[in-house]
Structure formats: C-alpha cells, structure tokens
C-alpha cells in the first residue's frame, strides 16, 4: 500500500508554544489530507480536510486559528499547532487519500505525532 | 456517512480464524464499507474495501451480505500481531471511526 510518514514521532513542549507536524505521502501525490486527533482510550476523531493549493476544511469545535493546516505541495501537508496548552496533548494523524481506478479512493494513514503539553 | 455498530471486544485463538461482524443497517447506495485496524500508538492500517461483492486480499476476506447492511471481515489465520482495534467504517466521502472491536487473539 501507499506509505505516508509523519514527522515528528513525538514531541515535548512548553505551553504557550507552537509545534509543527509535517505528514508526507512518499511514493504517491496526494491533493487531499486529512488530519485527526486521538486521545487516550478515544477513536480517532477527524479535525480537517487539507486540499492542495486552497484552504482547509476544519470540522465543526475544530479552531481554524489554533490548529493552522497548509498543504503546500502534493507531497506535504503540515499541522501547526499554534499557543499549545496541555489539553492540546494528543496523538495527532494524518492520512492521505490515494485515487484507486474504478472505485472508491482509499485513506493511507501516517503512523501519527504524539504531542505532550507541559 | 452511515453510523456502524460493532462488537466492543472479541477474542480469538491464535491459528483460527477471526470473525469480525459490523452492523450498518442505514447504508446508502454509493457508500463503500471499509475495514482499517489500528494497533496500540501506531496509526491506522488498511486492510480492505468493497461496495457489494465480497473482497479478499492478501491480509483478509471482506463478506457483505446481500442486501449490504452488514458485513463481516474474516482474518483466516489468526497471530498475535493481528491484536488490534479493528474499525469497520461506511463511507461516502470520508472515513468517521467510531468505537471498533478490540480483537485480542490468544496463544
């Protein structure tokens, strides 16, 4: 299948800060990402959809401001984590979409970003 | 997307097969049923997809009942690496997980 990587695996910062996370598709071009949370003992819970070249689509809760999401490439889309606090804390995914001839698209998901807020 | 109902856990012994159910009673017709497993702190990993007709690839078995409102993803052989939480999705556009079931399978 597709391989998408993500980067960091995981990261430690102080509150108030801001911390990128880059999600790339490696061996395919990718328009479409998409980017989830997951908290402990939670499913994953979608926060957006990344389109190459225009703006991304936040679900509803989901702060357009604080989580900035750029997707400047076919290859690469970053989350931007803006003023973390500790209940940002979380195991952040993303996932890129891979046409398949003659049916529906699949998801590739990356192996996630775990964020600790201090 | 439709909503899925899954078993919350299942247990399986090692070497057998594993019989995973999913109820999506309220399925349209252009929605695909997808089958994804997410191992603990990794992300999730596909396994398989279909519309109507059953699938099978190199990792499971897709069944779906005729009249497509449930369906059922068989692990032939079940290992211990198969432990995972297994999220049968119906989707339209885009994947919505819900709870999974937690298959754990025993030595």
């Known amino acids: 299948g597709a391989v998408v990587s993500q980067h960091p695996s995981r990261v430690i910062c102080k509150s108030g800060t801001s911390v990128k996370i880059e999600c790339r598709s490696l061996?395919?071009?990718?328009?479409?990402m998409f980017w989830y949370r997951q908290f402990p003992k939670q499913s994953l819970m979608l926060m957006a959809t990344s389109n190459e070249g225009s703006k991304a689509t936040y679900e509803q809760g989901v702060e357009k401001d604080k989580f900035l999401i750029n997707h400047a490439s076919l290859t690469l889309s970053t989350l931007t984590v803006t003023s973390a606090h500790p209940e940002d804390s979380s195991f952040y995914i993303c996932s890129a979409r891979v046409p398949n001839a003659g049916g529906r698209d699949t998801q590739y998901f990356g192996p996630g970003t775990r964020l600790t807020v201090l | 997307d439709a909503k899925t109902t899954q078993p919350p856990s299942m247990d399986c012994a090692e070497g057998r097969a594993a019989n995973l159910p999913c109820n999506h009673s309220t399925i349209s017709g252009n929605e695909y049923v997808y089958w994804y497993r997410q191992i603990h702190s990794q992300g999730p990993q596909y396994i398989i997809h279909g519309l109507k007709n059953n699938e099978t690839n190199e990792m499971a078995s897709l069944i779906i009942t005729e009249d497509r409102k449930s369906s059922t993803l068989i692990l032939p052989h079940a290992t211990l690496r198969d432990t995972a939480v297994y999220y049968c999705i119906v989707s339209g556009s885009r994947l919505t997980f819900g709870e999974g079931t937690q298959l754990t399978v025993n030595p």
């Open positions: 061996d395919f071009q990718a328009t479409t």
